[in-house]
């Protein structure tokens, strides 16, 4: 047995049988939703949601959006969808009093209502009003059909503009975490949003752009191959390496919360100099040493494991890259034999996001550097030593 594996964890259940080709989908689908179930950590002071529910009429939905004090231009709402039959009943709908589903808003630092859920409804109304199209389909108001807002009798145009919607505002003061779990809660629709998507909006801003930025770069590109990125999981993988670059000793599950909490504190910067030359330069440095698809797992369809690009991009950002460079073929040979190890694949394949699988997986590698004559500036034993988990 070698140094690397009495030095791992006992194994544990679900581990993964590299031989059998797994569905990478399910994979990634089933460590979103154990991640999604871990509980926040939060205080109880912390578990602050505060909303506050308006009855807003039809026609002060459409002046404030023409204003501004209701945003639809959100990054991670789908665009308008609806057919003019669809646009139109919902209009019949208000004319005859039915009751329209609750909308949900969440107020932003400026005050400004962002829609969280009932943009397709919140737009025809604005889009009818202003004239955009006239009503078709309809099965009640037979008589109104073709008519625009501008066509409907005095009476009818104020029973539509004074119809009101409750809408749900979720507002400044509630902890950002909770809010974020009621988006994730709220997005349930036939083309759910990944986390990052929701980053992607929520946390706006100069750090966001530059994730975006970086994840077009030849460099980084280089190394997932025909990985597909458009749920936005590269600029998700940017996150874990400056997340846990700076913080990965006080790393605690859930990711997603970790993820947020860094993006959330450096919205309004971006990454420094250092911190961007480091992610290009151990790009660079994988990218020369492991060559092709480095964070590809043996036996799977996926050309990216992010736990393997956890594993391996963090102990590359700390160790020596000419050590790295000088010993190419064994650092090669030690990171492809890893899979090998039962404890190892158990941690890149279930239940990625727990503490202790992943300082392991982070620990091994740093320990299979060390132990080639390479430098590695993190701590010796790091997940290795049974005491990371607590």
């Known amino acids: 047995m ?8 006992d194994s544990e259940e679900n581990v993964l049988d590299w031989d059998i080709e797994p569905d990478d989908d399910l994979e990634d689908d089933l460590d979103t939703a154990v991640d999604q179930a871990e509980a926040l ?25 023409a204003q501004g004090r209701i945003s639809l231009t959100i990054e991670y709402q789908r665009k ?23 909308c949900y808003f969440a107020e932003d630092e400026d005050g400004v209502y962002e829609v969280i859920d009932g943009l397709q409804r919140l737009t025809t109304i604005k889009n009818y009003l202003e004239g955009a199209f006239g009503l078709t389909g309809i099965s009640v108001l037979s008589e109104l059909e073709g008519k625009h807002f501008s066509d409907l009798a005095p009476r009818d145009q104020r029973r539509l503009e004074n119809r009101t919607i409750r809408c749900i505002v979720i507002t400044e003061d509630s902890h950002p975490d909770i809010k974020f779990d009621v988006f994730e809660r709220l997005n349930t629709g036939a083309a759910s949003l990944t986390a990052q998507e929701l980053r992607n909006s929520v946390f706006r801003g100069p750090f966001n752009d530059k994730l975006k930025e970086l994840a077009d770069e030849p460099y980084f590109l280089n190394l997932t191959g025909s ?7 590269l600029e998700e993988l940017i996150l874990r390496f400056f997340s846990l670059v700076e913080g990965l000793s006080a790393y605690r599950p859930p990711l ?4 947020n909490l860094h993006m959330r504190e450096n919205r309004r910067s971006v990454p420094t100099d250092s911190r961007v030359a480091l992610f290009r330069e151990s790009c660079l440095v994988v990218d ?19 736990a393997m690009f956890d594993a391996i991009m963090i102990p590359v950002a700390f160790s020596d890259k000419n050590d790295l460079r000088e ?7 030690m990171i492809g034999a890893l899979p090998d190890i039962e404890a190892f694949r158990t941690s890149i394949g279930r239940a990625t996001a727990d503490r202790f699988r992943m300082l392991y997986r982070v620990g091994l590698v740093a320990k299979g550097l060390r132990d080639l004559g390479i430098r590695v500036d993190l701590p010796e034993g790091l997940g290795l030593d049974g005491t990371s988990s607590r």
């Open 2 to 9: 070698t140094d690397m594996e009495s030095a791992s964890p």
């Open 41 to 65: 950590d939060l205080s109880l002071d912390e578990r602050k949601l505060v909303t506050q529910p308006y009855d807003l009429g039809v026609k002060s939905i459409s002046t404030d959006i």
């Open 80 to 102: 308008y969808v609806w057919d003019l039959g669809k646009a139109s009943r919902l209009i019949e709908s208000l004319l005859l009093n039915v009751p329209i589903p609750v």
């Open 227 to 233: 990985f597909n990125n458009k749920r936005m999981d």
């Open 256 to 259: 997603r919360q970790f993820l």
């Open 288 to 306: 020369e040493v492991l060559g092709n698809l480095p964070f590809k797992v043996a036996g799977s369809r996926n050309p990216l494991n992010k």
């Open 327 to 333: 010993n190419a073929d064994a650092v090669r040979e």
